[in-house]
């Protein structure tokens, strides 16, 4: 079984949005784009990275939702339509776990 998560300053095993852990594991809410062996950026002691591909598809929808009520309440249309696509992402990686192998 694959590891899922990272500690930083090593090479990333794989491309894509990662997120960081705090030392119980919980996200913190620093969400990266890396490339396949980039190095994970330095954090506080006992943080981890963890690709956000490894959520279930119901902590995937559960994010998108959060975004779009972060959307809700924007004071401006730029960072509105920002929020919107990150909930769009969330959801279209959740649609992907979806669909069977």
Request: proline letters at 10%.
């Amino acid at each position: 079984m694959a590891r899922e998560e990272f500690q930083p300053g090593e090479p990333a095993p794989q491309p894509g949005p990662y997120e960081q852990l705090n030392v119980f594991g919980s996200p913190i809410g620093r969400e990266i784009i890396v490339t396949q062996g980039e190095t994970f950026p330095a954090g506080p002691r006992g943080f981890t990275w963890r690709r956000l591909s490894s959520l279930t598809t119901a902590e995937l929808r559960a994010r998108a939702a959060q975004y779009r009520q972060m959307a809700a309440t924007a004071t401006t249309a730029p960072v509105m339509q920002e929020l919107l696509k990150l909930a769009e992402r969330f959801d279209a990686l959740a649609d992907r776990q979806d669909i069977p192998s």
